[in-house]
């Protein structure tokens, strides 16, 4: 019960701090998306998305991180970095995660025609029977993808948040899976229910901010005119936007707590101590020091001068 009194009220302060900083994002995404876009024929869309999402979840865990005293000043250059790596491992688990109704189905195929099991199998499985399963246990189906897309990102919620406090300086580094799967009940049952909500409120954000945007951006093109928008659609755009980023920050805050939770319960993690900063040397000292050895040697080389003199 703590974990989701903590994330509840953490996420307000994280609201706060990142809605600046989502925009700023948004739209460094959309340029660099842009850019590559025309390199790469539109391929770069489907790993640009995954790995923009990623680097905004480690800010905002960083941002949560922050409020709960860890101040140190992020290392962009680790955050990129660790966004691109768990970017493409949540494409490749989507992908996988996607492929597994079919496999089960597959399997029941077989097991219900009494067929043997095998990779040939599964590619003469009768496509109507498959078809036929999938409409018929179509909420089955659905069920099981939510929970399976909601387990991916529960289990790596506690890993993502090392990452991003591996990305302040002077922070130890951390494993890539490090806290698989930590609280995962709590953290379940606040991913499940924000999720369903993220997508009311994506659905309305995108009615009433996105389409109006839009609409105004093709009357200019064409016309040369900006409609005027009307108040009531500017205010639910404005609401529906603000709720969808604090149902964000509530995902940031609880993976956040949940860190902090581990670290009560097997010890908080030891900050690697910044090497000191090396003495600038005391030029005049050196000069003094230098003038100090010539003396020396002017008056050795003197007496030596003198006593070849005197043995003479």
């Not at 640009?48 to 991180?65: D, E, K, M, N, W």
């Not at 089955?140 to 529960?154: D, G, K, N, P």
């Not at 379940?188 to 951006?217: D, E, R």
Request: some cysteine.
């Amino acid at each position: 019960m703590d974990i989701f009194i903590r994330t509840f009220t953490l996420s307000f302060s994280v609201l706060g701090r990142m809605i600046r900083p989502i925009l700023g994002i948004l739209i460094a995404s959309i340029i660099i998306s842009a850019l590559l876009n025309i390199v790469t024929d539109g391929y770069a869309n489907y790993v640009i998305g995954p790995i923009t999402a990623a680097f905004i979840s480690l800010f905002g865990i960083r941002t949560a991180l922050s409020i709960l005293g860890d101040n140190r000043p992020p290392m962009y250059d680790m955050m990129i970095l660790y966004a691109v790596m768990y970017g493409l491992f949540f494409i490749i688990a989507k992908g996988v995660v996607l492929q597994l109704p079919g496999v089960i189905y597959a399997l029941y195929d077989n097991w219900n025609l009494n067929g043997v099991i095998s990779i040939w199998s599964f590619l003469e499985a009768d496509r109507l029977l498959h078809r036929g399963l999938s409409l018929r246990y179509f909420r089955e189906e659905a069920i099981l993808m939510f929970a399976l897309f909601t387990s991916i990102y529960v289990v790596m919620a506690v890993p993502m948040a090392n990452a991003a406090r591996a990305a302040g300086q002077g922070s130890p580094s951390t494993s890539f899976f490090n806290g698989f799967g930590r609280s995962f009940i709590p953290l379940f049952c606040i991913f499940s229910i924000t999720f369903v909500l993220q997508f009311f409120f994506g659905f309305l954000a995108a009615l009433y901010a996105l389409v109006p945007v839009v609409i105004s951006i093709v009357s200019v093109v064409i016309s040369f005119t900006i409609p005027i928008p009307d108040l009531d659609i500017v205010v639910n755009g404005v609401i529906a936007s603000v709720a969808l980023l604090w149902l964000h920050s509530l995902v940031w805050s609880a993976s956040a707590v949940a860190l902090k939770k581990r670290d009560e319960i097997s010890g908080p993690v030891r900050p690697v101590k910044a090497p000191p900063p090396a003495e600038k040397p005391d030029l005049r000292a050196l000069r003094k020091s230098r003038e100090k050895s010539r003396a020396i040697d002017e008056r050795c080389g003197n007496l030596h001068q003198f006593h070849e003199i005197a043995t003479c």
